[in-house]
């Protein structure tokens, strides 16, 4: 008897679950704000957004919870992903589509001011010959290798009056972040044979510094982000070790470049900056520290409150306060929202999190980097459906993503 009862309360929850599940995937409808954007043409960027402008006096520094000119006028990181040299075929992407200084041009016009460019420590150990159709629309690049190319994207876009942040993405060159241990933070020595593409910290810094020398003349290229999404072995990975690792190799870039800002992620796949407010992390040249947490729909997994995309706004803003947002609100330091997205046809949990995440970025001005411009995967050559460009990667996707995000931008 009691074994029937507890399978038929088991059963009555699992299909509680179901439905819940099944609830935040079905399609959302788009609002009569988002149907009216997607039928109007982009505005013009704004020059002056731009560090290209005149106005603007660099290097960059931070000032409390702000990235700040040398005249202390705030530079609002309004930053797209551009991935691809992080993954199998180590160079970014789209360049077999469009010359670079296209791809840069379309970046500028939909108003982002800057990019993150990740890259792999096995791009830089193996520094591959690139087959000449992965550059058949840059004919120039056929020829180099991947580092050569990687420095030449980068600097079509500072070109174009683009700010640059370098991204140390992954170890191996894969997408970015599955279960694999060698892959959850900067070392993994400690591992032995385990892994395919094996680095020691300090080989993980001396990558850094093979990356960076390319661009120390380059002012447009502004800092570095030390490491994607640090977990550690199954979520192990404490705020001290990695904070202590970050000043390392921040200290070893400075010395290179001391004008670079130097961003630092939380642990929990960028997910938890708590540590940060009593061990913050410390350099040799002030004001160069800038914090970075990623807050994606299944961000919170795990939580007696669940995912992102089934809270409430009070508690989804609780949770922000509480893994980063106390550091701007208290105006401590600033944290930059490296990456978010989702996708161009969502279902109800994924708006669900996306209104409430841009609704809390727009209510503190935050800075963000969404996740990501590219139209397809690199090594399938699959879907993005988080793009904001189509295949030709000149066509701007306009839908409810770019509007909230002008928003932010403009706000």
Same mark, same amino acid.
């Given at each position: ?6 399978? !038929? ?11 819940a ?5 079905k ?21 002056e ?12 520094r ?26 199998e ?13 296209e !791809?840069?041009?379309?970046?500028r ?5 800057s ?5 792999s ?26 580092l ?17 942040? !370098?991204n ?9 972040c ?20 094996r680095?020691?910290?300090d ?12 661009f ?6 502004i ?10 072995? /199954? ?23 001391p004008?670079?800002?130097?961003i ?36 919170g997994w ?33 944290? /930059? ?31 963000f980097?969404? /996740? ?7 090594k ?15 066509t ?16």
């Open positions: 008897m009691y074994l029937l009862l507890a399978a !038929i309360l088991l059963g009555g929850f699992l299909h509680y679950l179901w439905k599940e099944a609830a935040l995937s399609p959302w409808t788009p609002d009569a704000a988002s149907q009216y954007f997607s039928k109007r043409p982009l505005p013009p960027p704004i020059d957004a731009f560090l290209s402008a005149n106005s603007w006096k660099l290097p960059l931070t000032k409390g919870r702000d990235v700040v000119d040398q005249k202390g006028r705030r530079f609002k990181l309004s930053s797209v992903n551009w991935y691809g040299a992080s993954d075929l180590f160079i970014p992407g789209g360049l077999d589509v469009k010359h670079r200084s !791809i840069a041009r379309t970046i016009s939909l108003g982002f001011n990019v993150r460019m990740p890259y420590d096995e791009m830089v150990i193996s520094n591959p010959r690139i087959l000449p159709h992965l550059v058949a629309a840059n004919p120039d690049l056929v020829g180099l290798q991947a050569d190319i990687f420095e030449a994207v980068v600097d079509a876009l500072t070109e174009q009056g683009i700010a640059v942040i !370098i140390n993405h992954i170890t191996s060159a894969t997408w970015c599955g279960a694999d241990p060698c892959d959850a933070g900067w070392a993994n020595d400690h591992l032995g044979p385990l892994c395919r593409v680095q020691t910290e080989e993980w810094i001396a990558h850094w510094v093979t990356v960076m020398e390319r120390i003349d380059n002012p447009l290229v800092g570095a982000d030390l490491r994607n999404e640090v977990r550690g072995v /199954w979520g192990t990975m404490t705020w001290d070790r990695w904070a202590t690792a970050a000043e390392r190799a921040g200290n070893a870039l400075l010395k290179l470049n004008e670079w800002l130097i630092v992620g939380g642990t929990e796949s960028g997910n938890d900056l708590t540590g940060a407010g009593q061990r913050p992390v410390r350099l040799d040249v002030e004001n160069r520290v800038v914090y970075s947490a990623h807050v994606y729909s299944w961000s795990g939580s007696m409150e669940g995912r992102y995309a089934k809270r409430s706004y009070p508690s989804f803003v609780k949770a922000m306060r509480h893994n980063w947002a106390y550091l701007v609100e208290g105006n401590l330091a600033p944290v /930059w929202i490296g990456e978010f997205g989702a996708p161009n046809e969502p279902g109800e949990g994924d708006i669900h999190y996306w209104q409430n995440l841009l609704r809390y970025l727009k209510a503190i001005d935050a800075d980097g969404y /996740w990501a411009i590219n139209p397809r995967k690199p399938e050559n699959e879907k993005e459906s988080y793009s904001l460009v189509e295949d030709d990667w000149s701007p996707v306009l839908d409810y993503r770019m509007k909230d995000m002008m928003e932010l931008m403009r706000a």
